[in-house]
């Protein structure tokens, strides 16, 4: 049977001093079927003083704040304390805010589609498994991609990604659906995606080792397409191949 939880929106508060930063967080919630907005703070002890009697799932909180920043916040919420997701424009807190039990760390100026990602992962880390059938393995939620197209966001599963191709400022991703032209840099790219199932192999290909089929000397093929290693990326790719536990021959 499923649980309240599985039965409910995941309730949410924002906490941030920036007018601008709460609209846009509060807009982003608004368009996310499961989350459900029960509060927005510029004042880091109102956010304490609402948590101590209407507690929630998940605090998506700002930490450079003053009086009271979102770090020293995170340590005053009521337990059971729900889900941190913590939101700056100051990468240099990234280290220092997972030192707590954070869920996510969205860097400033907030994308839609990692903001959805975050909170695909408080939907995963909240809600009870449930169990696949045996010809249908288990998707993590945190394992989907939401790429914006033709003003469109589409859903993507990790795993139906094999490989993405840099197109100057746009990404072309290639996936089990097809083709897929978005505004989007690498880096975005590995925001989003699960540690260690992605390589880079040249300056203009990203591929996923899933997908990974052979490689020779100068390059690899992903899924019937033979693509160039880099020599920036080679040692780099190389080692992650090993680490891996996969067999290189030259």
């Not at 967080?25 to 996310?32: I, T």
């Not at 799932?57 to 979102?70: E, S």
């Not at 059938?133 to 991609?145: G, I, N, Y």
């Amino acid at each position: 049977m499923e649980s309240a939880l599985g039965r409910r929106p995941l309730t949410c508060v924002i906490v941030d001093d920036e007018p601008l930063a709460l609209n846009v967080l509060a807009e982003y919630c608004a368009h996310v079927p499961f989350l459900e907005l029960k509060g927005r703070f510029q004042e880091a002890l109102a956010a304490v003083a609402f948590l101590q009697d209407a507690p929630v799932d998940v605090v998506f909180l700002d930490i450079h704040m003053p009086r009271l920043n979102g770090l020293q916040l995170a340590q005053l919420l009521p337990q059971p304390a729900p889900r941190i997701i913590f939101t700056t424009a100051h990468a240099q807190y990234a280290a220092e805010s997972y030192e707590l039990p954070a869920l996510d760390y969205l860097l400033k100026p907030v994308r839609f589609e990692r903001f959805v990602q975050a909170a695909h992962r408080a939907h995963a880390a909240l809600r009870p498994p449930t169990s696949p059938t045996p010809s249908e393995p288990a998707e993590q939620a945190d394992e989907v991609l939401f790429i914006r197209q033709d003003s469109r966001l589409h859903r993507v599963p990790v795993a139906d990604l094999y490989y993405a191709e840099g197109q100057k400022e746009y990404l072309m991703l290639y996936t089990a659906a097809g083709r897929m032209l978005t505004l989007q840099s690498f880096r975005g790219l590995e925001e989003l995606l699960p540690p260690g199932r992605f390589a880079r192999i040249h300056k203009s290909y990203f591929i996923n080792l899933r997908h990974l089929e052979f490689v020779e000397r100068n390059r690899v093929q992903v899924h019937g397409a033979l693509l160039p290693i880099g020599e920036t990326y080679r040692e780099t790719f190389l080692e992650q191949l090993r680490f891996h536990g996969r067999t290189v021959k030259w």
